[in-house]
């Protein structure tokens, strides 16, 4: 459905559930991808699940929150790779899962730093990076808690919330220079992270949360990383120049009613 060859860019939190997959749609599509993770091995194993695409995934273990590396990084990859053209930041964290009384300083900072500081670090590289290259498009991904709280979900919520506001100021900024820049919003996504999530809501009942939150989707299931992935790639395509600044739910219609 979507034409990335000769294109090149950035995915973060690539080892594993929305970035792997979005990775794998890229390369599938013609895309150079710098997969960008903490660990090797799980970035090796995206990389090695592209192989035979059009495209490739070059794994790239990177401390998104770390802004040096990320400037070298973006640095780099403009050098050797090519233009940077399209970035998806991804990564992110679950959170403590604490009431806004409990929650410590510490617990606060580690969710802001790799939910919200990372974006807001990788994008101040690469909107550069692709002015130069005469435009591009930033897909941010932020959540279903952007829109709204939830209890015991604070941090989380307050991270996602920063991504869209983000999102908006970002691409209003930066109109006129031929960037899109546009926020995803999954709900409930069936991905490692949030099987994580889950047992620390209920560790005697780990499929709690689920069944709550199959009830109340309409859809009455989780979405899938694929699924994500096509809307990232959609936005990132620049199929429509003039979607900009969105920020949207991507949810089974939980929103909706």
Known sequence: MYDFHGRTGIVTG????????????????????????????????????AHGSDGKILPSIVDVTDEEKVRSMIAEAEKNIGAISFQFNNAGIG???????????????????????????????????????????VVNCGSLLSFKGAVRRGDYAMAKHAVMALTKTAAGEHAKDNIQINCVCPGPIDTPLQHQSEVLVNPKD??????????????????TPE??????????????????????????????V
């Open 206 to 223: 780990p499929t709690y949360e689920r069944r709550r939150y199959e009830v109340g989707i309409p859809m009455g299931r989780y979405g």
């Open 95 to 137: 959170g403590a899962h604490k009431t806004i009384v409990d929650l410590s300083l510490r617990e606060l900072d580690e969710i802001m730093n790799v939910s919200f500081r990372a974006v807001f670090i990788g994008m101040k590289y690469a909107l550069p990076a692709m002015k130069r290259a005469g435009g591009g498009a």
């Open 14 to 49: 690539a080892g594993s559930g929305i970035g792997r997959a979005t990775a794998l749609l890229l390369a599938r599509s013609g895309a150079t991808v710098l997969g960008v993770g903490r660990k090797s091995g799980p970035l090796e194993q995206t990389a090695a699940l």
């Open 227 to 256: 699924e994500v992935a096509e809307v990232v790639a959609f936005l990132l395509s620049g199929s429509v120049p003039y979607l900009s600044g969105a920020a949207i739910p991507l949810d089974g219609s939980f929103l909706a």
